[in-house]
């Protein structure tokens, strides 16, 4: 099982499982192989040295598990880069936006109704589902 890092057109970093280099090439070049935030099929394999992933079950399992493990892998990597506001989420949003406060990435949870506030407002805010494994510390 090869890791590869990858990277979307819109900038988004993620890792992808292959089982080898040629597979990788196949399915990246038949776009095959989608960003798991954005769905972008237009990928590049950043340069970086392939290790194989021995840690967390055998290759037939990583291979049915993969699409579902890079998912969880890239929640885990935006849990990691954002600061949990909690259900302060909707203030705090508005809070950067109207510059009250620095400009940083935050998640949090907020309602419908205040999801369609901060959309009416102007603001954008992604909805994700995050399973409670995806809240588990990288590896
Ligand atoms: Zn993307």
Redesign the pocket.
């Known amino acids: 099982m090869k890791v590869f890092n990858l990277r ?5 970093h993620f890792e992808g499982w292959f089982p080898s280099l040629e597979e990788s090439e196949r399915q990246l070049a038949n776009h095959m192989t989608r ?6 099929a237009d990928l590049t394999r950043v340069p970086s040295a392939p290790r194989l992933n021995i840690s967390s079950g055998t290759p037939a399992q990583l291979a049915t598990a993969s699409p579902q493990s890079v998912w969880l892998r890239a929640l885990r990597e935006l849990i990691q880069n954002t600061e949990d506001v909690g259900p302060r989420f909707a203030e705090e949003a508005r809070r950067i936006h109207y510059g009250e406060v620095a400009e940083r990435a935050i998640r949090g949870v907020a309602s419908e109704r205040e999801r369609i506030e901060l959309h009416e407002e102007g603001i954008e805010v992604i909805a994700v589902p995050v399973p409670p494994i995806a809240k588990e510390p990288l590896q």
């Not at 979307?8 to 988004?12: L, S």
């Open positions: 979307c057109e819109r900038e988004h960003c798991p935030v954005c769905d972008s």
